[in-house]
């Protein structure tokens, strides 16, 4: 997970894979073995004011076990909160909440060994 500033957005990007067992409803876990690197490079031709993450995403294909995985997107906005005196100007805290989310699925599935099998 990274979370990168922009303005009073934060943005935080991780990776989540479905245990069938559990089902969809609450089967997402967080699929720590993924690595989520922020970066500059935008798309060609992309609007750098309207953009609030980019960057690359790995997932290594031995942590897929052949389970779907998704990207989940989150933003938060950062308010002022009342410190230990409050109605006291300025206040000096800080908090943030969740203010969209949402998810790019995949469906792929990894590929076997046998190309006879029929599976992806």
């Known amino acids: 997970m990274q979370p990168r ?7 935080e990007v991780w990776v989540e894979q479905l245990d069938p067992r559990v089902g969809e409803d609450f089967g997402w876990l967080r699929l720590e073995s993924a690595t ?3 970066g500059p490079a935008l798309a060609p ?3 750098p004011t309207e953009v609030l993450w980019s960057g690359q995403i790995t ?5 897929t076990g052949g389970w779907p995985y998704r990207v989940v997107v989150a933003e938060y906005e950062e308010y002022m ?3 230990g005196m409050p109605y006291q100007q300025p ?3 800080k908090d943030r909440r969740q203010v969209f989310v949402d ?3 995949s469906r792929c599935r990894r590929r076997t060994t046998d ?3 029929g599976r992806r």
């Not at 500033?5 to 943005?11: I, T």
């Open 5 to 11: 500033s922009r303005g009073p957005a934060w943005v």
């Open 81 to 83: 909160v009342d410190d």
């Open 36 to 38: 989520v690197t922020p």
């Open 59 to 63: 997932v290594p294909e031995a942590a």
């Open 45 to 47: 031709g992309a609007d």
């Open 115 to 117: 190309p006879n099998d």
């Open 103 to 105: 998810t790019a699925g």
């Open 91 to 93: 206040s000096t805290r």
